[in-house]
């Protein structure tokens, strides 16, 4: 009785089975792209650093990383309650986007096989590295009882498309700020290991080297595409991709600040940490760079995060649906109003700075 009160209910499509979170603006999503376009794309003017990174692929540093020890093998029934289900949750959301990877990486090498047969190899050894990613963290989900059917999920979630210059520049953010989240929680833990509550993230460090050769092989495919970053469109998707992905991240993370408490983080300085970073490595491709140390983006960014704590309450509330519409609707607006005015703010140009902070 005491146990079941404090083990957290998830909705289950068959015993053990956990039913997918549902899809909102701010979970992982899943992606398709115009294939022959991408098959069609002349690489040669970067075609030597790519085959230098197909080298390293094929070398496969993690080949023996990904496996399981000892200290798996126990009870997770300690971890219970509000900080088990911020767990499962964190876990289910991990395995979603690296299985997101999976499929879209998957996807793309059997399309361009036979036409772009280097970005083919490129793309069927990140789709391995991120099966094995999805796949180390469904079997982390099922230490707490519950794991993802990824067949089911692959045609259930909608999937968004992208014309391939969107397709770089999303997925090269989201290497890189991958890297930099894995790394980040790897050193913290690693200087206090009294935090580190559950084994799985002594894998990190070798796990977020994988994101990082995977965002360096879409910054030498843009970097092969010049016209995907010299001209006013690619500044102003640019600083859309780079504020997507920031601001997704700052709401989704406040909203679990708890998960990283219970790791001994503080969710507001491990994002910022994070995003001055990313913004940092994305300096290297991409034209622009958010102002992030002008103390404008995180004021605006946290007037979103109280908007969406209202939204939520609404949400929870007895009112009738259709009156909730019109108690949320200042928020949405607001919403739209600090995004917006978040776009405008002057970015920098990042080959302004080159040779300064990098
Ligand atoms: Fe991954
Ligand atoms: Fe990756």
Not at 36 to 57: G, P, T
Not at 216 to 228: E, I
Not at 279 to 296: I, K, Q, S, Y
Request: with cysteine; proline share 4%; net charge negative.
């Amino acid at each position: 009785m005491v146990d079941s009160l404090k083990k957290p209910g998830f909705e289950e499509l068959r015993p053990g089975i956990k039913v997918p979170a549902k899809d909102t603006l701010l979970t992982p999503r899943f992606y398709t792209t115009d294939f022959d376009a991408m098959a069609r794309m002349d690489i040669s003017v970067n075609e030597d650093e790519l085959k230098a990174i197909l080298e390293e692929f094929r070398a496969d540093y993690n080949r023996h990383h990904f496996v399981r020890d000892t200290e798996f093998e126990q009870s997770w029934d300690h971890i219970d309650g509000e900080t088990r289900r911020l767990f499962v949750e964190f876990l289910e959301r991990s395995c979603t986007a690296e299985f997101s990877g999976f499929l879209l990486y998957k996807e793309l090498s059997r399309r361009l096989k036979d036409k772009s047969p280097v970005l083919a190899e490129c793309f069927s050894l990140m789709s391995r590295d991120e099966a094995r990613h999805a796949g180390f963290l469904n079997k982390a989900m099922a230490d707490f009882n519950l794991s993802l059917d990824l067949g089911f999920l692959t045609k259930s979630k909608n999937y968004t498309y992208f014309e391939p210059k969107f397709i770089f520049y999303a997925t090269y953010l989201s290497e890189k700020i991958g890297y930099w989240r894995y790394i980040t929680i790897f050193r913290h833990l690693e200087a206090h290991p009294e935090d580190r509550i559950y084994p799985i993230f002594r894998w990190f460090e070798n796990w977020c080297q994988d994101e990082n050769r995977h965002g360096d092989f879409f910054d030498a495919v843009m970097k092969s595409q010049p016209q995907m970053l010299n001209d006013w469109k690619a500044r102003l998707w640019c600083r859309f991709f780079l504020l997507s992905v920031f601001a997704t991240m700052y709401l989704n993370d406040i909203q679990r600040c708890d998960f990283y408490a219970s790791i001994g983080l503080d969710a507001r300085e491990y994002d910022k940490y994070v995003i001055e970073k990313t913004n940092e490595t994305a300096g290297r491709v991409f034209p622009v760079m958010l102002d992030v140390e002008n103390p404008e983006f995180y004021e605006r960014l946290e007037i979103c995060v109280k908007n969406n704590e209202k939204l939520t309450a609404i949400a929870s509330s007895n009112t009738p649906k259709f009156f909730q519409f019109f108690q949320k609707l200042p928020y949405y607006v607001s919403n739209g109003w600090q995004m917006l005015r978040l776009y405008l703010m002057k970015p920098i140009n990042a080959a302004a700075i080159e040779g300064s902070v990098r």
